[in-house]
């Protein structure tokens, strides 16, 4: 029996991200991400598409929880196999899956629902992690051999090779932009025979990096030297949140933007930035200070101007951001930043959007500070640079499959590929089971 493929999440949408291998002999996942979008993407995480005890290996791209966040409901379930990834994402996965866990209790609380896994299902299924390097040949079965590539999207994230019989699969991951810090650019992969690529951002370009820098500078230094009020980033805890040191000690050693004191005020983002500064570089900078305790993020409260505040969740959706936004954005002399992308629904969104008041622990405080919106600092590739790396094939695949986009994105890379490269190329629906 020749194997196939089965599209069974982050197609036609951008969450969910998981493809399952059938060889006739062996089952295997690529990732098994959590599906993220209200109560539909709930009712998604509930149910898998396949026995998780037919499983027997998972390989893992990287540790964003929509290509990881549902290993503890496939451990719990019956999977008792490896999970491939690199070292990078095993520490990351070491606290995101168990806050993961965390959220998925507190919510199953209010709902009065069964939690879609525990803490202790999440702490279980880390000693099912198996670390791989990137460049090193490995067989998770007889049958299948895999190396693992530096995708350069977040620390740790991976392009993943997959040799079956049948021929050489290619599965992009997440792909970075390049020329981006702490990260290296995604490796160019010459060869291969059924490629899955992703397509976020498959419709358009980021703003240039330069552009980008200078918005960043405007906004923290128009509030920073008047010396009057505060610079509250609401920002991811990983990735981000680095990205953003980086560029505050490369714009302080610019002299563009004054001296003063730098908040990182979330467990989460603490413990990225020490895995981080683990596997990769980041500058030095004056100032810094990680308020891990209540306590410290409390003192907080107290600094009038001066400081910039980052601190979880990006979106402004629960998290200690809550509170400084508290403290800061009923007054005219602060500046909200925003760093990332705004959710429909979400209080960031409502923020950026213009709302005149904003409800934050059961009172209303009226919208006076600043508010910024720096738009072109992503960890995707944009149009151009998937492009870019598509292009660096040395010959066309037998098929490639736009994957982990919305739809308009995912069409209009196909498209691109079809128009400017000449491949068979698809957007592969929901579902789907494909020959390779
Ligand atoms: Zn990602």
Redesign the pocket.
Same mark, same amino acid.
């Given at each position: 029996m020749a194997s196939n493929l089965t599209f069974l999440g982050a197609a036609g949408e951008v969450t969910g991200s998981c493809y399952l291998f059938d060889t006739g002999k062996v089952k295997f996942l690529a990732d098994c991400g959590m599906f993220q979008g209200g109560r539909e993407g709930q009712r998604k995480n509930r149910r898998f598409h396949f026995d998780p005890r037919e499983i027997a290996f998972v390989l893992l791209s %990287?540790a %964003?929880i929509? %290509?990881s966040g549902l290993l503890p409901r496939l451990a719990a379930q019956g999977f008792e196999g490896p999970v491939y990834a690199t070292a990078a994402t095993a520490e990351l996965l070491a606290v995101m899956l168990p806050d993961s866990a965390h959220l998925q209790e507190k919510e199953a609380g209010w709902e009065r629902t069964e939690p879609l896994y525990t803490v202790a299902q999440a702490q279980a299924c880390l000693g099912q992690l198996r670390t791989v390097e990137y460049a090193m040949a490995f067989k998770p079965d007889p049958a299948v051999r895999c190396v693992f590539r530096d995708a350069g %999207?977040?620390l740790g994230?991976a392009i993943i090779e997959i040799f079956l019989p049948e021929g050489k699969v290619v599965f992009s991951g997440?792909l970075g932009q390049p020329g981006r810090p702490i990260v290296e650019d995604p490796t160019p992969v010459a060869e291969a025979d059924v490629l899955l690529v992703e397509s976020t951002y498959g419709d358009r370009n980021h703003k240039s990096l330069v552009q980008t820098l200078d918005e960043l500078a405007f906004a923290l230094c128009d509030t920073l030297s008047s010396k009057r009020g505060n610079v509250v980033i609401p920002s991811f805890a990983v990735g981000r949140t680095q990205e953003l040191l980086h560029y505050i000690a490369e714009l302080r050693r610019q002299r563009r933007i004054p001296p003063g004191d730098v908040y990182v005020d979330s467990p989460m983002a603490s413990a990225a930035t020490r895995i981080t500064l683990r596997h990769a570089k980041l500058p030095e900078l004056e100032g810094l200070r990680f308020t891990d305790s209540l306590e410290d993020s409390m003192r907080i409260n107290g600094v009038r101007s001066g400081a910039i505040i980052i601190s979880a969740s990006g979106m402004c959706e629960g998290g200690r951001i809550r509170h400084h936004l508290r403290y800061n954005v009923a007054r005219p002399e602060c500046a909200i930043v925003f760093v990332g992308f705004q959710a429909a629904g979400t209080l960031g969104r409502k923020i950026v959007d213009g709302a005149k008041s904003v409800r934050l622990f059961r009172e209303n405080y009226p919208v006076r500070a600043k508010i910024f919106t720096i738009n072109g600092l992503s960890?995707h590739a944009d149009r151009d640079a998937l492009l870019g790396w598509i292009g660096q094939f040395r010959r066309a695949p037998r098929q490639a499959y736009v994957v982990h986009g919305e739809p308009l994105a995912a069409e209009a890379l196909k498209n691109s590929i079809v128009d400017g490269y000449g491949w068979r190329a698809a957007v592969p629906a929901p579902g789907q089971r494909v020959p390779l």
């Amino acid at each position: 029996m020749a194997s196939n493929l089965t599209f069974l999440g982050a197609a036609g949408e951008v969450t969910g991200s998981c493809y399952l291998f059938d060889t006739g002999k062996v089952k295997f996942l690529a990732d098994c991400g959590m599906f993220q979008g209200g109560r539909e993407g709930q009712r998604k995480n509930r149910r898998f598409h396949f026995d998780p005890r037919e499983i027997a290996f998972v390989l893992l791209s %990287h540790a %964003h929880i929509d %290509h990881s966040g549902l290993l503890p409901r496939l451990a719990a379930q019956g999977f008792e196999g490896p999970v491939y990834a690199t070292a990078a994402t095993a520490e990351l996965l070491a606290v995101m899956l168990p806050d993961s866990a965390h959220l998925q209790e507190k919510e199953a609380g209010w709902e009065r629902t069964e939690p879609l896994y525990t803490v202790a299902q999440a702490q279980a299924c880390l000693g099912q992690l198996r670390t791989v390097e990137y460049a090193m040949a490995f067989k998770p079965d007889p049958a299948v051999r895999c190396v693992f590539r530096d995708a350069g %999207h977040i620390l740790g994230s991976a392009i993943i090779e997959i040799f079956l019989p049948e021929g050489k699969v290619v599965f992009s991951g997440d792909l970075g932009q390049p020329g981006r810090p702490i990260v290296e650019d995604p490796t160019p992969v010459a060869e291969a025979d059924v490629l899955l690529v992703e397509s976020t951002y498959g419709d358009r370009n980021h703003k240039s990096l330069v552009q980008t820098l200078d918005e960043l500078a405007f906004a923290l230094c128009d509030t920073l030297s008047s010396k009057r009020g505060n610079v509250v980033i609401p920002s991811f805890a990983v990735g981000r949140t680095q990205e953003l040191l980086h560029y505050i000690a490369e714009l302080r050693r610019q002299r563009r933007i004054p001296p003063g004191d730098v908040y990182v005020d979330s467990p989460m983002a603490s413990a990225a930035t020490r895995i981080t500064l683990r596997h990769a570089k980041l500058p030095e900078l004056e100032g810094l200070r990680f308020t891990d305790s209540l306590e410290d993020s409390m003192r907080i409260n107290g600094v009038r101007s001066g400081a910039i505040i980052i601190s979880a969740s990006g979106m402004c959706e629960g998290g200690r951001i809550r509170h400084h936004l508290r403290y800061n954005v009923a007054r005219p002399e602060c500046a909200i930043v925003f760093v990332g992308f705004q959710a429909a629904g979400t209080l960031g969104r409502k923020i950026v959007d213009g709302a005149k008041s904003v409800r934050l622990f059961r009172e209303n405080y009226p919208v006076r500070a600043k508010i910024f919106t720096i738009n072109g600092l992503s960890a995707h590739a944009d149009r151009d640079a998937l492009l870019g790396w598509i292009g660096q094939f040395r010959r066309a695949p037998r098929q490639a499959y736009v994957v982990h986009g919305e739809p308009l994105a995912a069409e209009a890379l196909k498209n691109s590929i079809v128009d400017g490269y000449g491949w068979r190329a698809a957007v592969p629906a929901p579902g789907q089971r494909v020959p390779l």
